[in-house]
């Protein structure tokens, strides 16, 4: 069976209850007729709500940018899994680099962060990519394994098979420099290799790759196209309603 597509927003700080609002209104009749991939859209925490209310009824999922690994407790400023399921989230992002660059995030919580997100029923979309010293040193291969290994430690089986990856290069992030089709199948062979390791051939085989970095309506097609890539995690393109929608639309 060919893993189906997804096709994720990532909103990072963009977008109040407000703004959310007006994205869906325009954006759900733009994509009312598709039904070939799956639909996620990730706004800020304090939209969630409001994300939620407006695509009850649709085909669109809606997932958090990131969550805490405790339950509750005196974690000032942070999310539980719990939180995100409440409030109707199906999906949460987990590792993004700007997590990694900005605020700390390493493999070892972004490990943490995965065995909440599993118990708790979200559909983890946990990212990793190199910077471009470390392409340019030839060491994607080393860096995409090591990240994999750190997130994948003792994740029980049948939990594993929820796990969504997504490769996001930071060199692509909001650049305008995309992968080629080619680059990132090639990073998604290496990144389904470590899952076998990891989790176990069956797994790896349904394990859902997307791309991320720089996706827009002009090279999202190229991309699909690869039977390696299983989607997108887009970001600045997503934010007005008729680019995702082309997107989605490829
Ligand atoms: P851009 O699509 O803006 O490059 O961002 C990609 C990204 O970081 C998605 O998580």
Not at 15 to 20: I, R, V, W
Not at 102 to 109: A, H, K, N, P, R
């Amino acid at each position: 069976m060919p893993r189906k597509k997804l096709i994720a927003a990532n909103w990072k700080m963009y977008k109040t209850p407000a703004e959310t609002r007006e994205f869906f209104r325009a954006f759900l009749p733009l994509v009312a007729e598709h039904a070939r991939d799956e639909i996620v859209v990730c706004p800020p925490f304090v939209s969630l709500p409001a994300a939620v209310e407006e695509v009850r009824g649709s085909r669109v999922g809606i997932g958090g940018q990131d969550l805490f690994w405790e339950k509750e407790g005196a974690y000032t400023g942070e999310i539980s899994a719990g939180m995100l399921t409440a409030v109707g989230c199906t999906h949460v992002i987990i590792g993004h680099s700007e997590r990694r660059q900005y605020f700390g995030e390493t493999d070892d919580s972004v490990n943490r962060k995965l065995r909440c997100a599993l118990p708790a029923g979200l559909i983890p979309i946990v990212c990793v990519g190199e910077v471009l010293q470390e392409r340019e040193a030839g060491l994607t291969e080393e860096v995409l394994r090591r990240q994999c290994v750190g997130a994948f430690r003792t994740i029980p089986g049948e939990q594993a098979a929820r796990i969504t990856i997504a490769y996001e290069p930071i060199w692509a992030i909001g650049t305008g420099m995309t992968a080629t089709p080619q680059m990132a199948t090639e990073a998604h062979l290496i990144i389904r290799d470590e899952a076998s390791e990891q989790l176990g051939r069956d797994i790896a085989r349904n394990l859902r790759i997307l791309y991320g970095g720089s996706v827009k309506p002009e090279n999202a097609a190229g991309l699909m196209a690869q039977e390696e890539i299983d989607g997108a995690l887009v970001g600045g393109a997503s934010l007005k309603a008729e680019s995702f929608a082309a997107i989605v639309r490829y």
